[in-house]
C-alpha cells in the first residue's frame, strides 16, 4: 500500500547537512494502523511527508497504491494527494474564514466530489462534531479543531490517511475519543493509517510501532499491545 526504498532526504542548514531520513525501506499493509515513535528531530515528519508526497526524496522511491510517487509532476502529484492521501498536519491548517462542515468538505469539493451522506455523518458524529458545523474555526476550542481536521481527512476514505501528532494538544479523553475514532477506521472500514505520537500509550493503540532514531527505523514492532488489550477488556 505504502512503499519506501531507500528513502533519503537531507536538510542544508548552517551547521551542514542534516539527514532528516537515512535511506529507509518500509512496506505498511492495506488496512493497517502504524505508529512512528521516535525523539523530537529522528525524523518522524519528513517520513510522513516524504510517505505523502508533501516533500521531494534526495534518493530512493515512494509508492502509495503501487503508484510511484518520485518523479511525478508537481500537477500529477497535487491530482495524488487530493484522491488518495489524507493528512492531518500538527498545525492542522483549517481555512479561518470557513465554518467546520465547509473545511470538512472542502477537499471534495476541490476534487469535484460529494460526500456520502452516510459516511458524512458517521465521521461528523463519530467525532462529536454535529453540533459545531457551522461553526468558525476561531469559535472552536483546540480538541474541536483537531477533530475538524481528522475529519476532513476522512471524509474522501482515502487510501490512506498520515496524521502527524493528532493529540497533540488534546486532553486524555479527547485523546482516547481520536484513538478510538482512527482505530475504528482500521477495523470497521479497511482504512490505512499512519500516525506519529509521543506517547507509548496512544501507538499501542496501533497494530505495529516505529521507532526512529536518526533518520532510521531503529525498532519495528508488532502489537497487539498492552493499551489495545487493556481497552479491550473494558466493560
Ligand atoms: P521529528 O518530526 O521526529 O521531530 P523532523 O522530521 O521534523 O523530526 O526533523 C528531522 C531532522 O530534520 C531534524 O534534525 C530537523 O531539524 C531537520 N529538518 C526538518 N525539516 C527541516 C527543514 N525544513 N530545514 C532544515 N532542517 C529540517
Ligand atoms: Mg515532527
Same mark, same amino acid.
Not at 40 to 49: A, E, I, N, R, Y
Not at 70 to 97: C, E, H, K, W, Y
Not at 187 to 206: C, F, I, L, P, S
Given at each position: #500500500?505504502?512503499?519506501? =526504498?531507500?528513502?533519503?532526504r537531507?536538510?542544508?542548514? %548552517?551547521?551542514?547537512?542534516?539527514?532528516?531520513?537515512?535511506r529507509?525501506d518500509?512496506?505498511? !499493509?492495506?488496512?493497517?494502523?502504524?505508529?512512528?515513535m521516535? /525523539?523530537?528531530g529522528?525524523g518522524?515528519s !519528513?517520513l510522513?511527508?516524504?510517505l505523502?508526497?508533501?516533500?521531494?526524496?534526495?534518493?530512493?522511491?515512494?509508492?502509495?497504491d503501487d503508484?510511484?510517487?518520485?518523479?511525478?509532476?508537481?500537477?500529477a502529484?497535487?491530482? +495524488?494527494?487530493?484522491d =488518495?492521501?489524507?493528512?492531518?498536519?500538527?498545525?492542522?491548517?483549517?481555512l /479561518? #474564514?470557513?465554518?467546520?462542515?465547509?473545511?470538512?468538505?472542502?477537499p471534495?469539493?476541490l476534487?469535484?466530489?460529494?460526500a456520502? /451522506?452516510a459516511?458524512?455523518?458517521t465521521?461528523?458524529?463519530?467525532?462529536?462534531?454535529?453540533?459545531r458545523?457551522?461553526?468558525? /474555526?476561531?469559535?472552536?476550542?483546540?480538541?474541536? &479543531?483537531?477533530?475538524?481536521? $481528522?475529519a476532513?481527512?476522512? $471524509?474522501? *476514505?482515502?487510501?490512506? $490517511?498520515f496524521?502527524d501528532?493528532?493529540?497533540g494538544?488534546?486532553? *486524555?479523553r479527547?485523546?482516547?475519543e481520536?484513538?478510538?475514532?482512527?482505530?475504528?477506521? &482500521?477495523?470497521?472500514?479497511?482504512?490505512t +493509517?499512519? #500516525?506519529?505520537?509521543? %506517547?507509548?500509550?496512544?501507538?499501542e493503540?496501533?497494530?505495529?510501532?516505529?521507532?526512529?532514531?536518526?533518520?532510521?527505523?531503529?525498532?519495528?514492532?508488532?502489537?497487539?499491545?498492552?493499551?489495545?488489550?487493556? %481497552?479491550?477488556?473494558?466493560?
Amino acid at each position: #500500500m505504502v512503499r519506501a =526504498r531507500g528513502a533519503r532526504r537531507g536538510f542544508a542548514t %548552517e551547521a551542514g547537512v542534516v539527514i532528516a531520513l537515512d535511506r529507509i525501506d518500509l512496506d505498511i !499493509t492495506r488496512g493497517s494502523f502504524t505508529a512512528v515513535m521516535g /525523539p523530537s528531530g529522528s525524523g518522524k515528519s !519528513t517520513l510522513l511527508h516524504v510517505l505523502a508526497g508533501l516533500e521531494a526524496l534526495d534518493a530512493g522511491s515512494v509508492s502509495v497504491d503501487d503508484l510511484e510517487l518520485t518523479g511525478l509532476r508537481d500537477t500529477a502529484l497535487t491530482r +495524488v494527494r487530493r484522491d =488518495r492521501i489524507g493528512f492531518v498536519f500538527q498545525s492542522f491548517n483549517l481555512l /479561518p #474564514m470557513l465554518t467546520a462542515e465547509q473545511n470538512i468538505l472542502l477537499p471534495l469539493e476541490l476534487a469535484g466530489q460529494r460526500a456520502d /451522506p452516510a459516511w458524512r455523518d458517521t465521521v461528523v458524529q463519530g467525532l462529536g462534531l454535529a453540533d459545531r458545523l457551522r461553526h468558525l /474555526p476561531s469559535q472552536l476550542s483546540g480538541g474541536q &479543531v483537531q477533530r475538524v481536521a $481528522i475529519a476532513r481527512a476522512l $471524509i474522501g *476514505s482515502p487510501a490512506v $490517511i498520515f496524521a502527524d501528532e493528532p493529540t497533540g494538544n488534546l486532553d *486524555s479523553r479527547t485523546t482516547g475519543e481520536v484513538l478510538e475514532l482512527l482505530r475504528r477506521c &482500521v477495523d470497521e472500514y479497511g482504512q490505512t +493509517v499512519v #500516525m506519529v505520537t509521543h %506517547e507509548r500509550e496512544a501507538a499501542e493503540r496501533a497494530d505495529r510501532i516505529l521507532t526512529l532514531s536518526d533518520g532510521r527505523i531503529a525498532r519495528d514492532e508488532s502489537g497487539p499491545f498492552a493499551a489495545a488489550a487493556a %481497552e479491550a477488556t473494558q466493560p
